[in-house]
């Protein structure tokens, strides 16, 4: 079983940066990949970034392309994701989430998922 805790969130003004955390644990091996979704209000749910954790190929949305950076850091299995010049339609939960790297901007590719963040940009 893989474990994936999400922190960092928080309120944040239009313009401002913000960092999320997301450390993976348990049985964790072999070629994997770590991606961070997020749900809008009255929105599905969208893929945000994700990284491959073996060569740490990043993949992401072309609407944070430029703003928001996705690193990690392998001593701690713990995926970031760096957001900065956040707009108000940033708002969301923010997910992280572990999977086969296979596809790693599709939902279904990650059977593992931390309980999300709240992000909020007020305008």
């Known amino acids: 079983q893989v474990q994936a805790v999400e922190s960092g969130g928080g309120l944040v003004q239009a313009g401002g940066s913000l960092r999320l955390s997301c450390a993976a644990s348990?049985?964790?091996?072999?070629?994997?990949?770590m991606g961070w979704f997020r749900q809008g209000p009255g929105k599905e749910r969208e893929f945000v970034a994700a990284?491959?954790?073996?060569?740490?190929?990043?993949y992401y949305t072309d609407s944070i392309k430029g703003r928001f950076t996705i690193s990690r850091d392998s001593d701690k299995n713990t995926v970031y994701l760096q957001m900065n010049s956040l707009k108000p339609e940033d708002t969301a939960v923010y997910y992280c989430a572990v999977g086969s790297g296979l596809r790693p901007s599709r939902e279904f590719d990650y059977p593992y998922w931390g309980q999300g963040t709240q992000v909020t940009v007020s305008s």
């Open positions: 990284i491959a954790w073996n060569d740490g190929s990043t």
């Open positions: 348990g049985r964790l091996f072999g070629s994997y990949a």
